[in-house]
């Protein structure tokens, strides 16, 4: 088959892309999360089955890159998109988990659990001042993983999941603030779309609040009274900020648009996605019912910007495999 050959201009395309592209798996995984949140289940089961087909795809890639071009791979794992690898391996088990599908959002844990700390170690290496949005998702990953944790934990009524999670969530936080000291501020205005990663981080980690709180319960008893007044307060604080950094980025975007296409575009969606889940999950675990609104209209702005992005995907695969042809 010529068009799936390892010499193919579609395959000369799909090499191009950089690290960064799992954030494509990132957007569709949870747009498919709000979706099923906001009673959607068959759209959110088509973008699930979209996400799977991507991580499939840059998983394949993952694993050629290691065995047969390991420079590249060193290469690539050093830069911040190398993380998104993490970060849509656990909004894909997150999915799976509310599939009750336990066995396959624990595997996915797994595998995330094991990725994670090489990458971090690989990325925190190269990490300087000034960088763009990618630098939040040491933050994103390690968030990660504390809301799959979570979700896990309450699921399978795991205690032991549940304090996993929680240092994770403390742990991001941390990153959070580090990660913030080394953004280069002027991408609010100047950067192609990874610049969004700064308040995504902030909503995947007011995510992971809601999940631990909402893993609590008599059967468990996680949390005391005093913990989980912290734990409340530190979620909606996250949320506030989250919502505030939104208008933030979405102000520099009227103010200097950015239309051209660029696949870190994918890095828009997502926050915008995630940002749209935070609320609702907030919503029903600290129980703020008007919140419920917000999320359901921007978990719709968030699928308008994945279908405006995926758009332009397609037209920049068909671009680059006409340029590559041979004539």
């Known amino acids: 088959m010529p068009g799936t050959s390892p010499h193919s201009p579609l395959r000369v395309w799909w090499t191009r892309h950089p690290p960064a592209a799992a954030s494509a798996v990132m957007a569709t995984g949870i747009v498919s999360v709000g979706l099923l949140l906001t009673g959607h289940e068959t759209l959110s089961r088509i973008a699930l089955v979209i996400s799977c087909a991507a991580w499939l795809g840059l998983a394949a890639e993952f694993a050629v890159r290691l065995l047969r071009e390991r420079p590249r791979w060193v290469a690539d794992a050093g830069t911040p998109g ?10 894909l088990g997150t999915r799976f988990s509310a599939l009750g599908r336990q066995t396959l959002a624990e595997a996915l844990l797994a595998l995330s659990a094991l990725l994670w700390p090489v990458l971090l170690v690989l990325v925190v290496r190269h990490w300087k001042r000034r960088m763009p949005g990618g630098v939040f998702l040491c933050c994103v990953a390690t968030q990660g993983l504390a809301v799959l944790g979570a979700t896990l934990a309450a699921a399978e009524s795991a205690a032991w999941l549940a304090h996993a999670a929680l240092v994770l969530f403390w742990l991001g936080l941390v990153l959070y603030g580090v990660a913030l000291f080394l953004f280069d501020p002027r991408q609010v205005l100047e950067g192609p779309g990874d610049q969004w990663i700064a308040g995504g981080a902030l909503a995947i980690s007011a995510l992971a609040g809601s999940k631990l709180l909402a893993a609590d319960s008599a059967r468990l008893y996680l949390w005391n ?47 915008m996605g995630m940002t749209a889940v935070a609320a609702l999950s907030v919503c029903a675990t600290v129980d703020v019912p008007w919140l419920r609104t917000p999320g359901e209209v921007l978990l719709w702005v968030s699928v308008a910007a994945w279908l405006a992005v995926a758009a332009g995907t397609v037209d920049a695969a068909r671009a680059a495999v006409r340029s590559t042809a041979p004539r």
């Open 225 to 271: 009274d005093d913990d989980r007044g912290v734990l409340r307060a530190v979620t909606v604080a996250l949320l506030v900020l989250d919502l505030a950094w939104y208008a933030v980025l979405l102000l520099a975007e009227f103010v200097r648009p950015r239309l051209r296409y660029d696949v870190r575009r994918w890095a828009t969606v997502f926050p």
């Open 82 to 91: 190398a993380l998104t690898a993490v970060a849509a391996t656990t909004v």
